[in-house]
């Protein structure tokens, strides 16, 4: 596998991790229940949302870095 691959889909993971943790917080603050399906619904939408976003950003922040600033000669 394409460590760029490899990469978006771990910081993927991360975010359906990340939103899981926080459904479980709320639920134990508010006293309120999310049915499973919700919580696997929405989990699944973040982590395909955290793969793409992090797949379009590496694309353009790398190249951001690879062009010369406008003030900076050649």
Do not use: I
């Amino acid at each position: 596998m394409d460590d760029r691959t490899r990469e978006s889909l771990l910081w993927g993971v991360v975010g359906t991790l990340s939103f899981l943790v926080l459904v479980q917080g709320y639920e134990l603050l508010a006293a309120a229940t999310v049915t499973v399906g919700v919580k696997a619904g929405v989990a699944l939408v973040v982590g395909v949302t955290t793969t793409t976003v992090t797949t379009v950003a590496r694309d353009r922040l790398l190249d951001a870095r690879r062009r010369p600033a406008e003030n900076e000669s050649p």
